[in-house]
């Protein structure tokens, strides 16, 4: 056998295992660039998630912010006065009946004098409910009970509590806030 016939079986016995080498390498490439690019997706799913969640956390403090702000204006206090005597009036009610303070939800924008604020598109729903909140130093949330109240419409002050709530379209996501305040008015009852 001449020298040029044995480079040439050695050559081809190589080559032969060097395609099988660079298969698998190739293999283990494709492999690691298919699970990097599920590793991305799933970062962009979370990160648009984050997002998701922030903008239904902004719309129910925006929420809660517009009411309160609504409430908190001096040009606005009638308005407020009015709309959540409804809920002190109910409350006094339900107290009389020998109920237990703070059960009544009352939606403030159902009056129709303080008017919601706009939301995302991607927001479903945005609720408020307000509650009252007990007073320690008093026995009933009337201004007979009022120490000092006189027959001329003595303010005093009403504890209550205002809770958001917003969720995305379907409902995925949903975040609540909450605040409490206080409303310095006379007796619905008087």
Known sequence: MSRTSQQWTQKSEQ??????????????????????????????RMIANLQHQQTVFNAAFSELSSFLGSIDEPA??????????????????????????GLIRYNPYDAGVIQPPATAKIIG?????????????MT?????SNEGNSAGGTKFKYYMAAASSSSTLNQTMTASQEAGFYLEAVSPNQ
């Open 140 to 144: 009933k949330f009337d201004a007979q």
């Open 76 to 101: 606005e206090y009638d308005d407020a006065a009015d709309t959540l005597g409804i809920l002190i009036m109910q409350e006094n009610n339900n107290v009389a009946q020998g109920q237990p303070y």
């Open 15 to 44: 080559s032969g295992s060097a395609l099988i080498f660079s298969l698998v390498i190739m293999a283990v490439i494709t492999v690691v660039a298919m699970v990097s690019m599920q590793r991305t997706t799933l970062q962009a």
């Open 125 to 137: 729903g945005s609720t408020i409910r307000v509650r009252m909140l007990r007073d320690p130093e």
